[in-house]
């Protein structure tokens, strides 16, 4: 494998996590750990340098400057929800945690691809791509994957079927205003509209669930991790390992004029392609309040 470096700036619970399942699979040579609370990282990094008996991967705190030399770039600082909170109100503080990490990564490599976690992801990817002057198809977030994740896992449970089977996605915002297309859902080639148990299923229901599924994790525990570690670490691989592989991802379509999530081809030179799906004039509807949403939330910052 030809050497690879990823940095990961903020080494909180998401950032740990997603450098932990990069490690175990071994298809980076170097990861670049940032933050600003040094002794926390220095602690992160040696923890995380215990897992070398599983993988050849090398660990290392490091400077802004030299995570804006690595080929994949990472941004998982500043605040996460608290009970009952929404995403967007975290907009303010992680507007200018953003704005010092891009700043204090300049020169960014031209070829880098950045990836954005932090929350506001949709209106943080806008700004990041904005502020580092990459181009559109280099910066990305991670969007609704994690959402499309759960509502996977929900219909996998619901009409027993292996989850990677079902061909369904959340779409818009990975915050409130994200919506389901449903008739674009389907199992080898079958519309799920057209399966009995789908029919009889409570769709609303299901899209309260998916939605609200992080603010019932941070109740319970304080922080959602371990998916969004999984979801990352494997847009990741597909990069390095140019993968072309479809996933629900944050990117600019430009006739929203805005950053929201969308199935996007990904590999090595980052967004290949966006695959818009066709939707009906009601899911239309939702995709431009969607965008609404978003812009109303950027137009704050
Ligand atoms: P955390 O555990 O508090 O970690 C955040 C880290 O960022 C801390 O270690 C801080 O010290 C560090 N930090 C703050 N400012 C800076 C800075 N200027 N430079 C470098 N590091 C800094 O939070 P957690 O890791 O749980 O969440 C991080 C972000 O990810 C939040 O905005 C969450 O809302 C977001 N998430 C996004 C998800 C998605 O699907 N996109 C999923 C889960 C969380």
Known sequence: ???????????????????????????????????????????????????????????????????????????????????????TSLVGRNYC???????????????????????PVDT?????????????????????????????????????VDSRSIHAYVLGEHGDSQFIPWSTASIAGRPLIDIQEFQKMDKELVRIKVAGKALKIIKLKGATHFGIGACASDLCESIILN????????????????????????GTTGIKEIYEIPLTEAEEELLQASALSIMSVLSRV
């Open 124 to 160: 943080l990817t806008q700004i990041a791509q904005e502020l580092s002057g990459l181009p559109m198809a280099q910066v990305f977030g991670s969007g609704t994957y994690l959402d499309t994740t759960r509502l996977r896992g929900l219909l996998s449970h619901i009409l027993d």
């Open 243 to 266: 993968k072309n592989q479809i996933r629900p991802l944050s990117v600019f379509v430009p006739r929203l004029g805005c950053y929201l999530s969308m199935p996007a081809k990904l």
């Open 1 to 87: 494998m030809s050497p690879h470096k990823v940095a990961i700036i903020g080494a909180g619970a998401v950032g740990s996590t997603i450098a932990y399942t990069l490690v175990l699979k071994n298809v980076t040579t170097e990861i670049l750990l940032v933050d600003v609370d040094q002794a926390f990282l220095e602690g992160q990094v040696l923890d995380l340098s215990d897992t070398a008996s599983v993988s050849s991967c090398k660990i290392k705190s490091a400077s802004l400057k030299e995570a804006g030399q690595a080929d994949i770039i990472l941004v998982t600082a500043g605040a996460k929800q608290k009970e009952g909170e929404s995403r």
């Open 97 to 119: 945690i953003l704005q010092s990490v891009v700043e204090g990564m300049k020169p960014i490599r031209s070829d880098a691809i950045m990836l954005m976690v932090s929350n």
